[in-house]
Every structure is written in structure tokens, then in C-alpha cells.
């Protein structure tokens, strides 16, 4: 029996198969997830995010990036403090950052693994192509919950799932390192458990600000 890494929901259903692994959805919370025995393990996912070529030179990367973070840069005061969650092998964000006079710090558990920054407080945090990798969705957003100030604002990038129509021919779920999937309606629950503001800014890019 599946449970929902999300909402801990036993109201699950077969969403979609695929010759190397299947789908299922929440009926409470409607994350798309794959089940735990598909999963890459670590040393797979590690070697699979080393072919990343994640670098802040890249003006193309910049302006992937730059749909997730502009809008949340032009509206932060010098002084706030972020923190890049999942910045991958090239962190980019905190660069970019950087060039607007705000401090960003960088975490990822395999290439920039410090556990310290993880017990500290931050006026805004951004996880841009992150969620997605994550199974444990609940334990990581309650983790960033305590880790968002109060008036603070959680930018989230990741692709949406649209109907289980256009998921049948979705580019999305053939890189195996995803494995949990998002909707508007997934962000809407998220929201309103967590007692954020829920904010759509593009496609694929949604800000959580946290209440004063």
C-alpha cells in the first residue's frame, strides 16, 4: 500500500505505467509520485547529477534561472539573507544574487553538504529544478518552514503537472532522478497547510510567502 510522501493519505491511485516504472497519484493532495521500488539509489542519482553542467558563465543557464529569480530579487531589501537549497555542482543562484547586493548561502547534500546552514533562518530560499528529486516532500517543506523568517518567501521552480492526458507524452518524467510531481492544485494544498500565500509567477516557477 502507497502512502502520499506529501499528505500521508492512503487514497491512492495508479496515475500511469511505463515500461520501467509507474505512477501513482493522491486523491487528497494530487501529487503525482514514483513508488519507492523504482527509485535510482544514491550512488545512481549522484553519478547522474555529475553530467549537470550547471555553470554561472552559462548566459543561457542565467536566463533559465533568472524566470524563478528576478522577480524575487527586485523586490528584496540589500539586507535579506537567502539560501540556495539544492544548489547542484555549480551553484549559479547565489552568484546572480551576488551581482544585486544580496548574500546568498549554498546547500546541496551532495556538493556543498553543510548540515548548519540547515539550523539557520533566512529571509528567502530558493529551489529551483529541486522538489521534483525529493521523495520525502512533507519532511523537507516542514524543514524549510522553520528555516523561512517570518515575512520570508519560498521560490519554487519546477515543471507542473497539466492533466494526465499531456503526462502520457511528458518530457518531465523521463529523467529518472524525477520522481515526485507537482500541480496547482498539489501547491494549493501546500498552502494551505503550511498557512503560506500560495503566488503562481510563470509556468514552471511559484513563490510561498510566509505570513508576519
Given amino acids: 500500500m502507497e502512502t502520499c510522501p506529501l499528505c500521508a493519505s492512503q487514497k491512492v ?3 500511469f505505467q511505463e515500461k520501467h516504472r509507474d505512477y501513482v497519484q493522491c486523491q487528497c493532495c494530487d501529487l503525482v509520485w ?7 539509489t544514491a550512488d545512481e542519482e549522484k553519478a547522474a547529477y555529475d553530467h549537470h553542467q550547471n555553470d554561472p558563465a552559462d548566459l543561457g543557464y542565467r536566463r533559465f534561472l533568472s524566470r524563478a529569480v528576478e522577480p524575487l530579487f527586485s523586490t528584496l531589501a540589500k539586507e535579506k539573507k537567502g539560501l ?4 547542484g555542482p555549480g551553484p549559479t543562484i547565489s552568484v546572480m544574487a551576488a551581482e544585486v547586493g544580496l548574500e546568498m548561502e549554498n546547500y546541496d547534500l551532495y556538493y556543498q553538504h553543510q548540515p548548519e546552514l540547515l539550523t539557520r533562518q533566512y529571509d528567502f530560499i530558493t529551489m529551483t529544478e529541486v522538489i521534483e ?3 520525502q516532500a512533507n519532511a523537507v517543506l516542514t524543514q524549510l518552514d522553520r528555516m523561512l523568517a517570518a515575512g520570508g518567501v519560498l521560490a519554487i521552480m519546477t515543471k507542473r503537472v497539466l492533466s494526465q492526458e499531456a503526462f502520457a507524452t511528458w518530457h518531465y518524467k523521463h529523467d529518472l532522478t524525477h520522481i515526485v510531481f507537482y500541480s ?3 501547491f494549493e494544498w501546500i498552502a494551505k497547510q503550511f498557512n ?3 503566488e503562481f509567477v510563470a509556468n514552471d516557477v511559484v513563490y510561498f510567502h510566509k505570513y508576519q
Avoid at 34 to 40: E, G, I, Y
Fill in 84 to 87: 540556495d537549497f539544492g544548489c
Fill in 196 to 198: 503560506w500565500r500560495l
Fill in 34 to 40: 514514483v513508488p519507492q521500488v523504482f527509485h535510482l
Fill in 13 to 15: 491511485r495508479p496515475y
Fill in 184 to 186: 496547482n492544485a498539489t
Fill in 133 to 135: 528529486h525529493i521523495y
